[in-house]
C-alpha cells in the first residue's frame, strides 16, 4: 500500500526519452500471463511512473539513485540525453547501470512488486546480464539479453517490504558500444484479460 496516490509529476522533469521508440521484451500477454499466474501480487496500479532517473536526474527520494559503471560519455545537453558506454573501451570491468530504490521514501507502508525498465540503445549486437535484489522478495529478469536497436530491459522486483532498499541493474557482457537513456521504476502495468465473445444462441 502506498500512503498517498496523487500524481506530483515525479519523473517528468527526466523523461525525455519517448519509450513508445523502444521495441519492449515483455508483451500485453507476457504481463497477462504474469498476472493470472499471481506473479505480480496485489497492490495499487498507477498509470504514472514512481520514479524515472536518467543522465539529467541521478539522484531521487531517500535512498533511490543512479550508479554508472565504466562510462566512456554522460552527455547531458542532447535532445535525448544519455550515457554512452562500450566494452571495448572496458577491457578490465564491464559497463552497467545500476539503480538504487527505497520504496518507504515514496510512501510505501506495504508489500508492493516494482518493475524497472531500462531504456537503451545498441549500435551492434550486444549482450546484457541483468540483475537485481528484492532483499526477502525475488527478482523476475532474464538470465542475459541479447540485441541491437533500442529497446527496453524489464527486471522485475516482487514482495519488497517497504523499508527495503532495493536495486536493479543492467550488465554488458558482450558487443561494442551502448547507450542507456532513462530507468523507470513503476508497478506492474494494468492489464486487461479479453472478455469472451458470445455468438448468441
Known amino acids: 500500500m502506498f500512503s498517498s496516490d496523487s500524481d506530483d509529476g515525479r519523473g517528468d522533469a527526466a523523461e525525455t526519452v519517448a519509450f513508445a521508440e523502444f521495441e519492449t521484451d515483455l508483451t500485453a500477454e507476457d504481463w497477462a500471463t504474469k498476472r493470472r499466474a499471481g506473479e505480480l ?28 559503471i565504466r562510462p566512456t560519455i554522460l552527455q547531458t545537453d542532447a535532445v535525448e ?10 577491457p578490465n570491468r564491464n559497463p552497467a547501470v545500476s539503480v538504487h530504490f527505497n520504496p518507504g521514501a515514496y510512501g510505501a507502508t506495504g508489500v ?3 518493475v524497472f525498465t531500462f531504456a537503451v540503445e545498441a549500435y551492434t549486437r550486444t549482450a546484457f546480464s541483468p540483475t537485481g535484489y528484492a532483499g526477502s522478495g525475488t527478482v523476475d ?12 530491459i524489464t527486471i522485475i522486483l516482487r514482495d519488497v517490504q517497504p523499508g527495503q532498499d532495493t536495486w536493479a541493474a543492467i550488465e554488458q557482457t558482450s558487443g561494442e558500444a551502448w547507450s542507456w537513456f532513462s530507468t523507470r521504476i513503476s508497478h506492474p502495468p494494468l492489464v486487461f484479460d479479453p472478455l469472451p465473445i458470445n455468438p448468441g444462441p
Open 112 to 114: 508492493g512488486t516494482y
Open 141 to 152: 529478469a532474464p538470465g542475459s539479453i541479447r540485441f541491437s536497436g533500442r529497446r527496453v
Open 41 to 68: 501480487g496485489r497492490g495499487p496500479i498507477f498509470w504514472a511512473p514512481i520514479e524515472v532517473l536518467a543522465p539529467v536526474k541521478t539522484v531521487g527520494k531517500g535512498r533511490t539513485n543512479l550508479t554508472l
Open 81 to 90: 540525453p544519455y550515457a554512452g558506454f562500450d566494452l571495448r573501451e572496458s
